[in-house]
């Protein structure tokens, strides 16, 4: 049907009256620009070399670029905190452990919240901590390592990454429960650490195992206890704390992935999809099994699981940091 001149004319008008929005960025395709993983310790550690691991897969399953940077300093919290004030689109992201993401928050005085300030994307991976000394240690064995300890009061040091951290509540509750006293020694870094123990500079760590048993393996470190229950399956020779003298002293590094608070949830399940594909990848399992990490079962590589899970150990850690005296003030 031919519309009148007239009448044309008036509906072009009332077209041309209406403004073009413009398109919401959320109505853009997500990922549509590189995406940026923060890991925030110097390069070299061990979450540096997990994060490495997920890289190509992880770009593979986003269809898009995705960046590593290492962001160091005050045991994690600079690199979390940076996080935690980017924009909440999936850009930027947060992959660390349980020091940054519920220890700091204790130990710390921090201008983010570990919890509320966070979405959780997934658990990734979890390994036990073990306590190690260099090779030239005076004690081939954890009641060697109590003996020399209570022999020379306050001679004996331990790393640990930051103030708070796995590795220094663990050496805490060690000199409680034994009886002994040593010095700890705060590092930015698990690849500073892992150097001065192999170079002689400190005597012991409390420290995640993947991050030592290559240099166990290569006679460069000597590995005293696994701090688990059962015998770690990467390396079933060493005992565990239980058969070694200190029973009970459990520990581990649990890794997971978090985005700012307020990502949009389909953007949360489109992360967490493509790191679930990534950990089904049998070239990621080899390579963190090879590592020392066990990823955690696909049940388990959830967002809500990794909330719960932290907030146990929130309830978990917590009360023993303020029994310590170690609360942030």
């Known amino acids: 049907m031919k519309i009148p001149r007239r009448q044309f004319l008036r509906l072009a008008c009332s077209a041309a009256a209406v403004p073009v929005l413009p398109r919401p960025a959320g109505a853009q395709a ?11 310790f110097p390069a070299g550690g061990s979450t540096g070399a997990m994060a490495r691991i997920l890289l190509e897969p992880l770009q593979k399953a986003l269809g898009q670029t995705v960046i590593i940077e290492n962001i160091g300093g005050a045991g994690g919290s600079i690199g979390v905190g940076q996080v935690a004030r980017a924009a909440p689109d999936g850009y930027t992201l947060s992959f660390s452990h349980m020091q940054t993401h519920v220890l700091n928050g204790a130990v710390l005085k921090l201008p983010y919240d570990v919890v509320k300030a966070f979405d959780p994307i997934a658990l990734i991976a979890d390994t036990p901590q073990a306590i190690i000394a260099r090779k030239t240690f005076p004690a081939d064995d954890l009641k060697g390592l109590i003996a020399w300890l209570k ?29 002994t006293r040593l010095q700890v020694v705060p590092y930015r870094g698990g690849g500073p650490l892992l150097t001065d123990l192999v170079g002689g500079q400190i005597d012991v760590n409390f420290g995640q ?20 229950k059962q015998r ?17 002293l459990y520990g581990s590094y649990w890794h997971g992935m978090w985005v700012p608070k307020g990502t949009p949830k389909e953007v949360i399940a489109r992360l967490n999809a493509a790191v679930v594909a990534t950990l089904a990848d049998p070239v990621v399992q080899r390579r963190f099994r090879d590592f020392g990490q066990s990823i955690w079962p696909r049940a388990l590589q959830t967002p809500e699981a990794l909330a719960a899970h932290q907030k146990a150990e929130i309830e978990r850690w917590w009360p023993i940091i303020a029994a310590a005296g170690m609360m942030a003030k």
């Open 30 to 40: 997500y990922p549509s620009r590189p995406i940026t993983i923060v890991v925030p």
């Open 151 to 179: 022999a020379n009061p306050d001679k004996g040091t331990s790393g640990a990454v930051g103030v708070g951290g796995p590795s220094d509540i663990a050496a805490y509750l060690f000199q409680k429960q034994t009886g």
């Open 209 to 228: 195992v993947s991050t030592y048993i290559g240099a166990v393996r290569n006679n460069q470190l000597k590995a005293l206890a696994m701090m688990s």
């Open 232 to 248: 770690w399956w990467g390396a079933p020779e060493i005992p565990t704390v239980d058969e070694a003298g200190v029973p009970g």
